[in-house]
C-alpha cells in the first residue's frame, strides 16, 4: 500500500525530511514512526499507518515532502518473521512535539501548492443590463396565492337540525317578547344546612339532593301567589292564561344542546319526589329519549348555570312562559349584624320575565316573595 | 523573491511595523518565545526583547484592559487574541471601554490599538475555535473591524490599520493562514482599511465577500466560468466597519443582482446589513432580490460535519445561478 | 521586591493573620502613633481638613441638586472623605487617577474642578472632559473593570522610564470581578507603577461585606499576586496618609505595585435610588456615625490647638463659597450639541455616520 504523507494538523501543507528512522527493506508496525519532518511550527513524527515490510521510500532526508504525496510503500502481505532489523536508534530527543490545540486540516489539492486564484486573464461575454426592475416584473416568483399556510384551514359546517331549532326559538323569544331580568342574592343559610343534613339520607334512598327541588318548591309557593308569573302568554294574540297547575321547565345542558325537559304537576312532589324526577328527566334529556310531550306544557322555565360557574345571566325566557330563573353559583356573603360578622349562603338569582305582563315592581315583589319562601321552606 | 503565506505576511507586517515604531507593544497568550500557536509572531520577541513581545497570563480581559492602560499612555498595543472563541472574557472590556474611551471623554482620552483575531472555521479544529462573529464587532459603534483575504491584503491592511488613531479588530481568517501564497513587495505598503477592493470589475452580477469565503467564491467562480462566461464584478469587502457602501451601491446599481457569500450565522449577520442597505438603496436598479450564501443558525459542528456548515462550492454555485438566470 | 524596614514598615509589618488595620488615631481620635503623628505640620493638616470638609459638604449639595432634579442620580462620598484625601493628597498633579463612581473628592484633589464632575452626573459629556494636564480618566461604571487600566498605565509607565503613578480606586464588591484578578495579576506580573486603593465601605449596594467574600481581610487577596498590602483604618486619614506615602515611594522609585485595603463606612445610600434602610439598621448607621473620619481629626487637631470654632467656620464658609461658584459654573454650561455623539466617536468619520448625522441635524431644525 502507498504510504501517503498525511495532514499534519493546523494548516500545514508542505513539511522537510530531517530524519528516517527505517531502511528500505525493513519491517515497521503500525504507529510505530517511520521519519520525522519539519513543519512551519514544529518538528513532527510520521507514524506508519500499517504493519508490513518498507518496499519504497520515496524521499530522502532534506527534501520538502507535500501532503497527498506518497512517502513510502508498504508491503502488507509479507511475512516479517525473521526480517525484523535493529531500529535505527533515534539521533536526537524529539523536539517541541506539536503539541497544539488545534487540530488542522488541509487545503484541497490546487491550493497545496499555494497559489492564489487571478481572473487577469479572464474574458466574459459581453453583457448589457436589461431593462427590468425587480418592483415592476414578475421577477420576484410570488409565494402561492394560498394564504398562510401556518394557521390551520377554517372549516364551514351547516347548523344541525338541534342547532337550528334552538336559533329560532331563541330569535323568535327575543323578538315576540319584552324581556327584562332583575338580579339578586338570596340568603339560602337555612337551605344549605338542611341539604348537608340531608343529603346522606337522601342518598340512601337513591335520591340525589341538589338545591333545585327546593328552589322548586319554593317558586311553586311564590308563584301561588302571583299568578302570572305561572302563565301562558300568547304575544301573537296578546292573550294571558293563568295556570292553577304548576308544570315546570328545566334547562339542561346536553351534549347535543340546550333541552328543556318539563316536570308535570310539579306541586304534587316533595323534596325527594321532586329530586328523582328531577334526575329522571335531566337523565332523559342527556339521553335524547323525551318525547314531545314531555319537552312542552310548561307553566314556568328555571335555569340552573350554577353548576357550570356562572353567578349570572340573562336567561332567554322559554316561551310561551312568562318567567325564566336562572341560578347561578351559590356563594358566601358577610354580614354585619349586632357588631359581629356572619357569613350566608347566598344563591344569585336572575329573573328574566316579560315585561308584556309584569311590571319591575311586581318583578321586585315577586322576589322579595321568593326570599321569603325560601327562609320559610324548612 | 518575497512570496510569503498569509501567516508569513502577517508577521513581516508585524516585524516592520515594530521596527518603524518603537511605541508598539505585542502582547497576547504564547506570542513571545513561541511565537504564537499560528507562528504569527515567530521572531519578535528575540528580535525585539521581552519589553516589547509579551506572553502574557492566560487572561482576555487582561490583556485588553491592560492594553487600554498602555495606549492610554503612549504606546501602541497589538493584542492577539489566541482563537475568535476566546475574545469574549475580553469582550466586556472591548465594548464598555475601548470603543468609548473617546466618546466619553470627548476626545480628551483615546485608545488606539489593534487586535488580532484568528477568524472563521474550516481548518477542522476545536469547539470555539471556528467563529465568525463579525457582526456582533460590527454592530459595536467605536471601533474599525478589518478582514484581509490573501498575503498581499494581510500585509498592506495591517500596516494601514496601526496608523489609525482608532482601535481595529483585525480578523485574520485562519483558513488561509498556509493556503496561499503570493509574491508581495518586500517593503512596507498600505491598503487602504476602509475601503471595499474591487478586484474585477464586470457589468453582470456583483459578487461580494470576504475572509476565507472570498477565496472560496474565487474557486467557485473559476469553475463556473468554465461554462458560463459572465461578467462578473468581484469585490473584496475588507472593511466590516466601517462598511464601504459607496463602492457597493454603485456596483449594485451597475449590475442590478448582487451575491453575498460569507460563513456567519445568517440572522442579523453583516450580509443581512448588506442586504437591507442595498434593497432600501438601490432597489430602483436591482433586477432581482440580493442574494446571500452563509452558513445555518447554528453552532458551527466539529469537524465530522463541520464541511457541511461552511458554504460550499455547491452552495455558492447554486445561488450564483439562481441569480444569472433571475 | 525587598520591603525596607523604614520606607515600607507598614507593609512589611502587615500580616493579614496577626496583625489589626493599621491606624494612626484611635476611634476617639486619640494618638496611638506618636512618632507617626509628629510628621504632619499644621499646614497640612489644615489643609487636608479643608479638603474633608470641601468634600463633605459639596456632596451635601450634589445630594440635593438632585434632589430638587437640578441633576441625575448621584453616588454620595459621606462618611468616606478621609479615603479620599489621603490616597491623593500626596500623590502628584500629574500623576493617573482611574475613579470607580465613588471618588469625587479624589478627583478634585487630582485636579478635576468640581463644576466638571457635577456636570457629568448632571448628564453632560463634557464633565469627562478634562484638561489635558490633568490625568483623571472618566467615571468607570462596570465595577472593576478599569483596575486592569491601571495596570497597564503603571506597566507602560515603567517602560518609558517615567516616574507617574496610577492610582485606581474601587469597592469592596470590585474584588470579586474578574477585571480585579486578572489587573492585579498583570500589574504584579509586569512590575506597574501602581497603587490598588480599595475604599471597603461594607456594602455593595445591598450586598454587605461579610457575603461578598469569604476571605477574612480584602487586603490578603493581594498575596496570590505576591503584592505587598495591607489593610488601614479607612476612617484615619493619617493613617492612609502614612500608608499611602510608603506606597507612592514603593511604585514611584521601586516599580512594585501595591495593595491598600482601607476599611471605611458608606453613611449614604448606595446612590440617589438606594433606600439602605431596606438592608441595613439604624442602629449600625448610628454607629458608623460615632467613626466620622471629620469627626475624628478634628478631635485630634483640637488637642493640638491647631483647630478651633474660629478657623473651623472660616474654613467652611470658605470651601462652601468656593462649591457654590462652582454649581453656578457648572448650571451655566451648555449641554452638548446635539450632533456630538457623531464627532467624538472616532478620528475619522465615515460616509454612513456623515449622512446619519445629516439625519438628525434635519430632524432638528424641522
Known amino acids: ?378 | 523573491m518575497n512570496e510569503l503565506k498569509v501567516i508569513e505576511a502577517i508577521n513581516q507586517a508585524l516585524d516592520q511595523a515594530m521596527e518603524a515604531n518603537d511605541n508598539i507593544i505585542v502582547l497576547g497568550e504564547d506570542v513571545g518565545k513561541q511565537g504564537g500557536v499560528f507562528r504569527a509572531t515567530v521572531g519578535l520577541q528575540e528580535k525585539y526583547g521581552e519589553e516589547r513581545v509579551y506572553d502574557t497570563p492566560i487572561s482576555e480581559m487582561g490583556i485588553i484592559g491592560s492594553a487600554i492602560g498602555l495606549s492610554l499612555n503612549g504606546f501602541l498595543p497589538v493584542c492577539e487574541i489566541q482563537f475568535d472563541g476566546f475574545i469574549w472574557t475580553g469582550f466586556d472590556q472591548i465594548i464598555n471601554h475601548v470603543t468609548r474611551m473617546r466618546s466619553r471623554s470627548r476626545g480628551r482620552f483615546k485608545c488606539p490599538m489593534l487586535i488580532r483575531v484568528p477568524f472563521g472555521g474550516g481548518i477542522h479544529a476545536l469547539e470555539h475555535h471556528s467563529e465568525s462573529m463579525e457582526a456582533v464587532f460590527s454592530h459595536i459603534p467605536g471601533i474599525n473591524v478589518v478582514i484581509p483575504s490573501d498575503p498581499y491584503t494581510a500585509k498592506g491592511l495591517l500596516l494601514d490599520a496601526l496608523e489609525s488613531n482608532d482601535p481595529t479588530i483585525f480578523l485574520e481568517p485562519k483558513k488561509v493562514y498556509r493556503a496561499i501564497k503570493k509574491e508581495i513587495p518586500k517593503e512596507p505598503y498600505k491598503l487602504d482599511s476602509k475601503k471595499a477592493i474591487i478586484e474585477r470589475e464586470g457589468n453582470q452580477i456583483t459578487i461580494i465577500s470576504y475572509g476565507a469565503m472570498y477565496y472560496e467564491t474565487k474557486k467557485a467562480l473559476v469553475e463556473y466560468i468554465q461554462t458560463n462566461k459572465i461578467d462578473f464584478e468581484l469585490i473584496n469587502l475588507v472593511s466590516l466597519s466601517p462598511i464601504d457602501y459607496d463602492t457597493i451601491f454603485a456596483s449594485a446599481r451597475k449590475t442590478g443582482k448582487v451575491l453575498i457569500v460569507n460563513e456567519e450565522n445568517p440572522t442579523c449577520g453583516l450580509s443581512a446589513e448588506l442586504s437591507a442597505m442595498i434593497h432600501e438603496n438601490c432597489i430602483g436598479d436591482l433586477i432581482a432580490p440580493v442574494k446571500r450564501v452563509t452558513g445555518f443558525d447554528v453552532i458551527i459542528p466539529l469537524l465530522t460535519n463541520e464541511d457541511n456548515y461552511l458554504p460550499s462550492k455547491t452552495r455558492i454555485l447554486n445561488a450564483l445561478d439562481n441569480l444569472i438566470k433571475a | 521586591m525587598q520591603l525596607d524596614g523604614n520606607k515600607h514598615s507598614i507593609f512589611k509589618n502587615y500580616d493579614h493573620q496577626s496583625s489589626e488595620m493599621f491606624s494612626v488615631l484611635d476611634f476617639q481620635g486619640n494618638i496611638l502613633h506618636r512618632d507617626f503623628v509628629n510628621e504632619f505640620k499644621e499646614k497640612d493638616l489644615l489643609k487636608i481638613y479643608k479638603w474633608m470638609q470641601k468634600i463633605r459638604i459639596a456632596d451635601k449639595k450634589c445630594i440635593n441638586m438632585q434632589r430638587t432634579g437640578q441633576m441625575g442620580t448621584y453616588l454620595s462620598v459621606r462618611g468616606q472623605e478621609a479615603c479620599q484625601v489621603g490616597a491623593t493628597y500626596l500623590l502628584n498633579k500629574d500623576d493617573w487617577l482611574l475613579p470607580a463612581f465613588r471618588e469625587t473628592g479624589m478627583m478634585q484633589i487630582m485636579g478635576v474642578e468640581l463644576s466638571k464632575i457635577i456636570l457629568y452626573w448632571m448628564g453632560n459629556e463634557k464633565g469627562s472632559q478634562v484638561p489635558d494636564n490633568v490625568n483623571v480618566l472618566p467615571i468607570s461604571i462596570c465595577v472593576g473593570s478599569h483596575i486592569p487600566h491601571a495596570a497597564g498605565i503603571g506597566w507602560g509607565e515603567r517602560l518609558k522610564k517615567g516616574r507617574r503613578i496610577a492610582l485606581a480606586s474601587f469597592g469592596d464588591g470590585a474584588t470579586s470581578e474578574g477585571d480585579f484578578h486578572a489587573g492585579l495579576n498583570f500589574a504584579s506580573m509586569y512590575n506597574a507603577k501602581t497603587i490598588f486603593f480599595c475604599q471597603n465601605n461594607q456594602y455593595a449596594i445591598s450586598t454587605s461585606r461579610k457575603i461578598q467574600t469569604k476571605s477574612k481581610t480584602i487586603a490578603q487577596k493581594a498575596i496570590a499576586y505576591d503584592m505587598p498590602h495591607v489593610q488601614v483604618d479607612g476612617n484615619d486619614v493619617l493613617a492612609i496618609l502614612k500608608t499611602m506615602q510608603q506606597a507612592i515611594d514603593l511604585a514611584r522609585e521601586h516599580n512594585t505595585p501595591t495593595f491598600i485595603e482601607a476599611v471605611t463606612y458608606r453613611l449614604e445610600d448606595h446612590s440617589t435610588s438606594d433606600n439602605s434602610s431596606l438592608y441595613r439598621s439604624q442602629e449600625e448607621e448610628q454607629q458608623a456615625e460615632t467613626r466620622d473620619p471629620i469627626k475624628r481629626i478634628e478631635v485630634f487637631m483640637r488637642a493640638q490647638k491647631i483647630l478651633n470654632d474660629t478657623n473651623k467656620q472660616e474654613i467652611i464658609d470658605k470651601v462652601t463659597k468656593e462649591i457654590d461658584e462652582q454649581i453656578e459654573k457648572a448650571k451655566r454650561e451648555s449641554v452638548p450639541a446635539a450632533d456630538s455623539m457623531f464627532t467624538y466617536l472616532l478620528s475619522e468619520t465615515y460616509p454612513e455616520l456623515e449622512r446619519q448625522r445629516d439625519l438628525l441635524l434635519n430632524e432638528i431644525n424641522q
Not at chain 1, 394557521?151 to 351547516?158: G, R, V
Not at chain 1, 325564566?324 to 358577610?334: A, P, R, Y
Not at chain 1, 315577586?366 to 325560601?374: A, C
Open chain 1, 1 to 378: 500500500m502507498k504510504f501517503i504523507f498525511p495532514d499534519v494538523g493546523e494548516g500545514i501543507h508542505e513539511a522537510k525530511i530531517v530524519n528516517i528512522l527505517k531502511k528500505v527493506g525493513s519491517s515497521i508496525n503500525k504507529d510505530e514512526t517511520l521519519c520525522e519532518v519539519e513543519t512551519d511550527k514544529s518538528i513532527v513524527e510520521i507514524p506508519s499507518p500499517e504493519t508490513g515490510v518498507i518496499s519504497e521510500i520515496d524521499f530522502k532526508v532534506g527534501d520538502t515532502i507535500h501532503v497527498g504525496d506518497t512517502l513510502a510503500v508498504i508491503d502488507l502481505g509479507s511475512d516479517t518473521s525473521g526480517d525484523t532489523e535493529e531500529p535505527t536508534p533515534v539521533e536526537q530527543e524529539i523536539a517541541t512535539k506539536d503539541t497544539g490545540n488545534v487540530v488542522g486540516s488541509l487545503e484541497d489539492a490546487d491550493t497545496s501548492k499555494c497559489s492564489d486564484l487571478d481572473f487577469s486573464n479572464y474574458q466574459s461575454d459581453s453583457y448589457t443590463k436589461p431593462e427590468v426592475n425587480i418592483l415592476k416584473s414578475n421577477t420576484i416568483k410570488q409565494e402561492s396565492k394560498t394564504e398562510t399556510t401556518v394557521a390551520s384551514e377554517n372549516k364551514t359546517e351547516k347548523l344541525s337540525n338541534t342547532r337550528k331549532t334552538i336559533s329560532s326559538r331563541m330569535r323568535d323569544s327575543l323578538q315576540f317578547t319584552a324581556q327584562v331580568t332583575h338580579m339578586e342574592d338570596i340568603i339560602i343559610e337555612n337551605i344549605y344546612q338542611h341539604r348537608q343534613e340531608t343529603k346522606a339520607e337522601a342518598a340512601k334512598e337513591g335520591v340525589k339532593l341538589t338545591y333545585l327541588p327546593y328552589f322548586i318548591m319554593a317558586l311553586i309557593k311564590t308563584c301561588k301567589k302571583f299568578p302570572e308569573f305561572n302563565a301562558i302568554y300568547n304575544s301573537q294574540k296578546q292573550e294571558l292564561t293563568k295556570s292553577n297547575e304548576f308544570h315546570v321547565a328545566i334547562a339542561v345542558d346536553t351534549p347535543y344542546g340546550l333541552m328543556v325537559p318539563v316536570i308535570k304537576n310539579a306541586e304534587n312532589y316533595n323534596l325527594f319526589g321532586m329530586a328523582k324526577e328531577i334526575t329522571r328527566v335531566a337523565k332523559k334529556a342527556n339521553d335524547r329519549n323525551l318525547n314531545v310531550e314531555e319537552q312542552n306544557g310548561s307553566t314556568f322555565t328555571i335555569t340552573n348555570f350554577g353548576s357550570l360557574g356562572t353567578k349570572y345571566a340573562t336567561p332567554i325566557l322559554n316561551t310561551p312562559n312568562t318567567i325564566n330563573v336562572g341560578i347561578g353559583t351559590l356563594d358566601q356573603k358577610l354580614v354585619i349584624e349586632d357588631d359581629h360578622i356572619n357569613s350566608f349562603t347566598i344563591a344569585p338569582i336572575s329573573l328574566t320575565y316579560a315585561h308584556d305582563v309584569i311590571d319591575g315592581g311586581q318583578a321586585a315583589r315577586f322576589l322579595q316573595s321568593l326570599k321569603q319562601e325560601l327562609l320559610n321552606l324548612i
